[in-house]
């Protein structure tokens, strides 16, 4: 991933964004609650933990029969000849956020402490033994090891499924084990995601697959343990019974922990035997919903009470390869059906996140789904528009699944996953970051025809406005992206003020500074809020917007701003990310806000811009003799008789003092002025795991003259929001 100054390459995953407008109407901009998330990488408990082999084709005749979707032999048949081994050693996954004015939210991505491993293909030979495999790629990677003198060995013989056709052979000789402090074990352990965060008194569900080995003598009772370095935290027994012989069998139980150790592993072990494995999982018993969402991240992504989830991201969506990219139908159904696919950011994703728990996940924030699907076209290869067809179909079966009745053929497999009622999507986006590819506007346009044949109501979401390079095609709302630095983009923050008002809305789907910001400092954001308080004062057409990206694990930084970090048991916001709680606070406030068009001026004499109008602009877009500070105003009717009116200011310059003046509110009265503000002397200053909230917002009451006038203090390198309530007749 590069950082442009403008319109950009894709991001790793996003989340979070605001719908900024629902309707024009004279000189009132109306802005209702739908802020949102952007995805696409999937949670960590569903990433592949053991990604030992991803399938890949020729590109011929077998990825097309996948192409249309009638069966995919190229990933799912161990006997295709066009099958081949790549080895991917990542398991874990990156996780970004977005997000704008009006409305804002975010979601969570990865939940270490939960994890869940397929063994779905081999990095090598069959042959090869899994302790190879692990001194050589595996250790401090993926956290697979032996215990005891267990032999290890991934193999193709007995799988569990045309779909997980590898699974992992243990191999426990008589009478060979370890001793630890509890137990006397052979077989294997795993570390999770850098360490399983096991808390004391909290129980944990774990479960796999396992089945005797053709031949030779399966263990009758296997353990699964949770070991904090050798001391046994938790344990259950399992009883395998006759048919473990004779056919893959699900093993479930429930662990309670003694003890809290955030490097926990998890240890499946027997005396004396041989067992096959695959898709082990381990979770939290007290999970929201019992879907795999770590709490304290969730409720980071609740603070910022996201109003749209746009899924299950950009590039991830395209692939390096069209062979590579997300398909969504492959992603529903029981998890061990799963196949799962490599990505372009570089590991085995088991799609355990998929269509359908992207759709649960904005279930569970309250978020409108946003859904992006692959339009035919990859980094690297495309589908030509004569032969676009079967993904078209596919992109109209996806909506049955999502929005059709459980009468329909794929709604009747939403409805056997545990949801009778359709989702209603009612955002769809064709691409991601497609445009100038030969093939996009055709293929767009055939996607376009065809859904709006079938959903006329569906807004659809281009890649760029196609309709400013060719009017014959219609474009709803289209995609804009930036990533640049922070004077560009505090300077920039009236970038949509000369847009035109009567073209399609936009979707800033990316925006973050990513050139000077460190690994999320202050200055970043101080530059960032004054370009969301751009994307407010042009709501009329800035339909919605997101911040990237939102989550990343200390342990493995693929991109090094983003809004959530955290390891497996600890996390904390950058300043980017209480941005986004603090504009967010606004829209929690109000059902919908209106843009106020209202003087505000520092006692530096340092112009605030009100709606669309620039002063003291340089030809050379310097901050020299520009305005220090960029401010959006917004107001609610909160009750009969009572208005909310939110001050948002970005303060780059020297300390000043901000006054609002709300004289002319035909008669109101301030009752109440609150500001939450976060500041800071040092614009390079971050939050740590260690200083987890040392830049973050704190209230207290603004000071309030007369009836109609507040004032408030702007440090330096400051985030303000000021909220004041009003009565009048």
């Known amino acids: 991933m590069r950082a442009l100054p403008a319109m950009t390459d894709c991001n790793m995953l996003y989340i979070v964004g605001a719908r900024l407008i629902s309707g024009r109407h004279g000189n009132v901009n109306v802005s209702s609650r739908l802020l949102g998330i952007l995805w696409f990488e999937p949670f960590l408990p569903h990433t592949q933990n053991l990604s030992l082999v991803l399938g890949k084709n020729d590109g011929s005749e077998a990825f097309a029969q996948h192409a249309t979707f009638t069966k995919v032999p190229g990933l799912t048949d161990p006997n295709d000849p066009n099958l081949m081994s790549f080895i991917w050693t990542n398991g874990n996954a990156n996780y970004y956020m977005a997000q704008t004015p009006t409305c804002y939210g975010g979601c969570s991505g990865g939940f270490p402490g939960c994890h869940r491993v397929n063994f779905v293909h081999s990095p090598q030979a069959d042959t090869a033994t899994f302790r190879i495999r692990e001194a050589n790629v595996l250790q401090n990677q993926l956290g697979w090891s032996g215990v005891g003198t267990a032999g290890l060995e991934i193999t193709t013989v007995q799988p569990l499924n045309k779909f997980l056709n590898r699974s992992l052979h243990i191999s426990c000789p008589s009478g060979s084990d370890v001793e630890t402090a509890e137990t006397t074990a052979c077989g294997v352990a795993n570390l999770g995601y850098w360490g399983m965060n096991v808390m004391v008194d909290q129980s944990y569900n774990v479960s796999f697959f396992a089945t005797a080995v053709d031949g030779a003598t399966a263990p009758k009772e296997v353990m699964a343990s949770l070991v904090a370095d050798g001391t046994v935290l938790g344990l259950c027994t399992l009883q395998l019974g006759g048919s473990v012989v004779t ?264 925006y973050a500074i990513t050139s000077d910001a460190g690994l999320g400092n202050l200055r970043a954001a101080v530059a960032e809020a004054a370009w969301m308080t751009g994307l407010e004062r042009n709501s009329d057409i800035v339909m919605m917007a997101s911040y990237a990206p939102l989550f990343v694990n200390v342990n493995d930084r693929r991109w090094k701003v983003d809004a959530i970090v955290y390891n497996a048991s600890v996390s904390y916001g950058t300043p980017s990310y209480w941005n986004q709680v603090m504009f967010a606070s606004t829209a929690r406030q109000a059902s919908f806000l209106n843009y106020f068009e209202l003087n505000v001026t520092t006692s530096t004499g340092s112009y605030i811009r009100r709606h669309r109008e620039v002063h003291h602009r340089r030809h050379d877009n310097s901050l020299a003799d520009t305005p220090q500070t960029a401010a959006s105003v917004t107001m609610s009717e909160v009750a009969k008789g009572r208005r909310k009116v939110f001050v948002k200011v970005a303060n780059w310059g020297t300390a000043a003092e901000l006054t609002t003046n709300l004289a002319d509110m035909q008669g109101g009265k301030v009752e109440q002025a609150e500001l939450s503000q976060m500041q800071g002397s040092d614009p390079v200053a971050e939050n740590t795991l260690e200083n987890p909230t040392s830049l973050s917002p704190v209230s207290s009451p603004a000071t309030i003259s007369g009836n109609s006038t507040v004032t408030i203090s702007l440090p330096q390198w400051s985030v303000s929001v000021l909220t004041i309530t009003v009565s009048h007749p």
């Open 247 to 510: 056919s893959w069998q699900r093993q479930f139980c429930t662990i309670k922990s003694n003890g809290t150790y955030d490097k926990s592993e998890l240890w499946i072990t027997f005396t004396g035997g041989d067992l096959l494995i695959n898709v082990v999982s381990v979770m939290p018993s007290d999970l929201e919903g019992g879907h795999p969402f770590r709490k304290d991240l969730l409720d980071k992504l609740k603070a910022i009470n996201p109003a749209f989830v746009r899924f299950p991201g950009g590039c991830y969506v395209e692939g390096d390869k069209l062979e590579d990219a997300f398909r969504w139908r492959n992603s529903i159904g029981p998890i061990h059906e799963r196949p799962g696919h490599y990505n372009l950011w570089g590991y085995w994703s088991d799609d355990g996140l998929g269509f359908y728990e992207y759709l649960i996940l904005c279930e569970i924030l309250g978020a409108e789904p946003v859904w992006v699907i692959n339009n035919g076209i990859s980094h690297t290869d495309e589908i030509a528009t004569a032969d676009i067809g079967p993904w078209v179909q596919d992109a109209l079966d996806s909506l049955e699944f999502a929005n059709g009745p459980a009468e329909s053929y794929y709604g009747g497999i939403r409805a056997v996953m545990g949801h009778t009622e359709p989702f209603n999507v009612r955002i769809m986006a064709i691409g991601n970051e497609d445009c100038g590819k030969p093939s996009y506007q055709g293929n767009y346009m055939e996607f376009y025809k065809a859904i709006k044949i079938r959903y006329p109501d569906m807004r659809l979401i281009a890649n760029c406005d196609l309709s400013a390079h060719n009017p014959s095609s219609p474009t709803d709302i289209y995609d804009y992206h930036i990533y640049t630095g922070s004077s560009t983009f505090f300077t920039g923050a009236d970038r949509f003020d000369t847009f035109d008002r009567n073209g399609p809305l936009i979707f800033n789907s990316e």
